[in-house]
């Protein structure tokens, strides 16, 4: 047992189903470690029929807070006692912080993309972003790079009204941002880029074990200008970011995005900063991730 847990050590952890794989407790455990803090982080398996009574016995044990993941993201929302904006825009939460028996609901996902987005001096504000994929990374990337001054937003998803339904709440609710939701294809992705500054990937394709797939078919739309990035991080390069770099464009990697997400929650929970750079490099170690 790691020397900083004495009798004051405070719990928090992670709600979600299949989560043995996750690796937000190495994470974590390492930052608490590091910066000696009396906090432990464990996994706790929470399918959707169990997630009312482990939510009570959250309360109960009076932890500090809580990750919640697939397939709980969405259902959590009405058993907080209060959600963030942008948490009620993305309709997902994957952070809760105890703020004295007051639950707290947060979605830092979104804020890890674009905080990977500034750690990598990638300007978003005032530009045009094409997106694919409107699931659970696309509304929390959408939203916050909306919330944060991206000037417009193309938004495509092979299921037309998921790209639909995330471009109305984006117009509605951040108008500063003007978005549009389209099919996805060929055509619509070629015509979208002709104007972008940032790609982003936020649908599975590429991602092991799918490494042969790309949203991208055809490399010719692919300008040297476009910034290219893909929230997938195994492989660390995706068949589209290896696309992009023959193209010559700037890529990044999910890499950031996962780290910074899991940062912000630690802030959030510690109100310290997470040793980002240590957390990087035992993460490369164990994963062989590479960063940008
Ligand atoms: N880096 C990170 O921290 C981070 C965080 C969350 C998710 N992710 C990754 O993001 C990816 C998406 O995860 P999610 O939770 O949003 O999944 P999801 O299933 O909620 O959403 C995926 C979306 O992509 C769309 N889609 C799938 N195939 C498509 C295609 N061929 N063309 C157009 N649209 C298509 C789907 O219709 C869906 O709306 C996964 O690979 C996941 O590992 C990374």
């Given at each position: 047992m790691a020397h900083h847990l004495n009798g004051k050590a405070k719990l928090v952890g992670l709600l979600g189903y299949p989560i043995s794989h996750s690796l937000s407790p190495q994470m974590h455990n390492t930052a608490f470690s590091h910066l000696g803090l009396g906090y432990a982080y464990?996994?706790?398996?929470?399918?959707?029929?169990?997630?009312?009574?482990?939510?009570?016995?959250?309360?109960?044990?009076?932890?500090?807070?809580?990750?919640?993941?697939?397939?709980?993201?969405?259902?959590?929302?009405?058993?907080?006692?209060?959600?963030?904006?942008?948490?009620?825009?993305?309709?997902?939460?994957?952070t809760v912080l105890n703020d004295n028996g007051k639950l707290i609901g947060y979605n830092t996902d979104g804020r890890g993309y674009v905080q990977s987005l500034r750690e990598a001096g990638i300007a978003f504000e005032g530009k045009r972003i094409v997106m694919a994929g409107a699931g659970g990374a696309g509304k929390a990337v959408a939203v916050q790079l909306a919330v944060d001054?991206?000037?417009?937003?193309?938004?495509?998803?092979?299921?037309?009204?998921?790209?639909?339904?995330?471009?109305?709440?984006?117009?509605?609710?951040?108008?500063?941002?003007?978005?549009?939701?389209?099919?996805?294809?060929?055509?619509?992705?070629?015509?979208?880029?002709?104007?972008?500054?940032?790609?982003?990937?936020?649908?599975?394709?590429?991602?092991?074990?799918?490494?042969?797939?790309?949203?991208?078919?055809?490399?010719?739309?692919?300008?040297?200008?476009?910034?290219?990035?893909?929230?997938?991080?195994?492989?660390?390069?995706?068949?589209?970011?290896?696309?992009?770099?023959?193209a010559g464009c700037r890529t990044i990697n999910g890499f950031g995005m996962m780290i910074w997400q899991g940062a912000m929650a630690f802030k959030i929970w510690t109100g310290e900063d997470m040793p980002v750079d240590l957390v990087k490099q035992k993460f490369m170690e164990t994963l062989g991730a590479a960063g940008k």
């Open positions: 464990l996994t706790f398996d929470t399918k959707e029929d169990n997630l009312d009574d482990v939510v009570k016995a959250m309360r109960v044990l009076n932890v500090k807070g809580f990750n919640v993941t697939m397939p709980n993201k969405a259902n959590i929302i009405p058993l907080l006692d209060e959600v963030a904006p942008e948490a009620q825009w993305i309709g997902a939460v994957n001054g991206a000037k417009e937003i193309v938004i495509l998803d092979m299921v037309a009204d998921m790209a639909a339904a995330l471009s109305n709440t984006i117009n509605e609710k951040i108008p500063s941002c003007k978005t549009q939701g389209l099919a996805f294809s060929d055509e619509n992705l070629k015509e979208a880029l002709q104007t972008a500054d940032i790609l982003v990937n936020c649908t599975p394709l590429g991602m092991t074990p799918h490494e042969d797939k790309s949203i991208i078919a055809d490399p010719s739309v692919l300008r040297r200008e476009l910034i290219v990035s893909d929230v997938v991080y195994k492989p660390a390069k995706t068949k589209l970011l290896k696309m992009a770099e023959a």
